[in-house]
């Protein structure tokens, strides 16, 4: 993440005026027939994205240089996920220290028509700031991810036309709420997988920074659920002695793969294949990192948002859910095809809409997405909710046989 001058979009805050309203009306209506184009049912390919490379170093720490760390950890998960998932196809955009051009990495997984789509990068600020953080496209909210979007953009300048390619890219507030809009489903599936990367980094004993958004173009161009995931600091010394190491690189791709498991079988309705620890445990250095990140008192962010009041005090709930939007609907919408009971809560941003509820029993759910997807969601897929909180598919199997 160099911080190389160039001529970029600059991205500004501000309240949704009447063009852009109007931009949202018209992308509503094709929303439900693009949706259903782009249905995802099965994750069979992913593309797995090693930030920067070749004459673009990225950021680094006193020893560690981000191309390094990236590519690292990615064909680490790669080599993880081809020995769990024979049948996943597993494509990198660069396996070695070359130069991949923004437009290209995209155009590898579309091309792909990949099911998911991996971007894997480190993170720089000041020696004190310490965490991971995950990105969908979208808005950024605050400075700090706009300065993230921006360093990570700013490697077209690398290019050899020297970023003339992207001089008519649109990554205007209304661009980018068009783009949400056009591949809801995607972006909902995209905030579902961050959601178990940070839950699995927070296992590690990392700071969990939250699930984020931000103007990325690699983002931006990719036509499948997409995220950036930010390993951590090297301009902090303990994160560098962490993500900058092999052993630390092998636990975040641990970390990695076991929120694709569970992203896999939430999509799928599926049971996580059980693999031998030592077939799933990398190639590592005898050398042993541990990890001492200050443990400075900031409010841990949630990316588990509560739902309905009168859900808290149910217990287990699956149930199937049908539509993710950005504004909300009421229970006689069109949008819904006559779907009574339905169940509506927020997360990311979005207003998420779900089926009826089954208490205890997911292959139910399981049978009432088949029902839904037949009816006309073709994105339709089962999540869980415990006592009001969204929780894992793979939590909530665990529970169900305890």
């Known amino acids: 993440m160099q911080n190389v001058k160039t001529k970029l979009p600059i991205f500004t805050m501000y309240c949704v005026n009447v063009r852009t309203s109007l931009l949202i009306v018209l992308v509503l209506l094709f929303t439900n027939n693009i949706n259903s184009l782009f249905a995802q049912n099965a994750v069979q390919t992913i593309v797995i994205d090693a930030g920067h490379g070749g004459k673009d170093p990225g950021c680094h720490g006193k020893y560690s240089k981000e191309k390094h760390v990236c590519l690292s950890m990615a064909l680490k998960l790669g080599e993880l996920i081809k020995k769990k998932y024979p049948s996943v196809k597993v494509i990198f955009t660069r396996d070695t220290d070359v130069f991949v051009e923004l437009a290209e990495r995209a155009n590898i ?136 190491k092999d052993a630390g690189q092998n636990k975040m791709a641990k970390a990695m793969l076991t929120a694709f498991d569970n992203y896999k079988a939430s999509i799928e309705g599926t049971d996580i294949p059980q693999v031998s620890k030592e077939k799933l445990t990398p190639k590592e250095n005898s050398e042993t990192v541990i990890e001492t990140i200050k443990t400075t008192k900031e409010p841990e962010p949630s990316f588990l948002e509560k739902v309905n009041e009168d859900e808290k005090n149910k217990g287990l709930i699956f149930r199937v859910q049908i539509l993710s939007l950005n504004t909300k609907i009421g229970a006689d919408s069109y949008r819904l095809k006559g779907e009574s009971n339905t169940f509506e809560y927020q997360q990311g941003g979005l207003y998420k809409y779900c089926s009826k509820g089954f208490k205890d029993n997911i292959q139910d759910a399981i049978s009432y997405k088949v029902e839904m997807r037949e009816k006309g969601f073709k994105g339709a897929f089962v999540v869980a909710f415990l006592h009001g909180e969204r929780i894992s598919i793979e939590k909530a199997r665990k529970l169900v046989k305890n």
């Open 109 to 244: 997984a579309n091309k792909a028509k990949a099911d998911l789509f991996i971007c894997i990068h480190a993170n720089a600020a000041s020696p004190a700031a310490y965490g991971t953080e995950t990105y969908v496209l979208g808005l950024h909210r605050s400075e700090a991810q706009q300065k993230v979007a921006s360093r990570e953009n700013s490697i077209i300048a690398l290019e050899e036309d020297g970023g003339a390619q992207y001089q008519n890219f649109d990554l205007s507030p209304d661009a980018i709420i068009a783009k949400r809009l056009q591949l809801s489903v995607f972006l909902d599936h995209a905030i579902t997988f961050a959601q178990f990367l940070q839950a699995e980094f927070k296992k590690l004993g990392r700071r969990d920074r939250g699930v984020k958004q931000a103007g990325f173009m690699v983002l931006y161009r990719t036509t499948m659920p997409s995220v950036l995931i930010e390993t951590g600091f090297l301009t902090n010394p303990n994160e560098e002695g962490f993500i900058g």
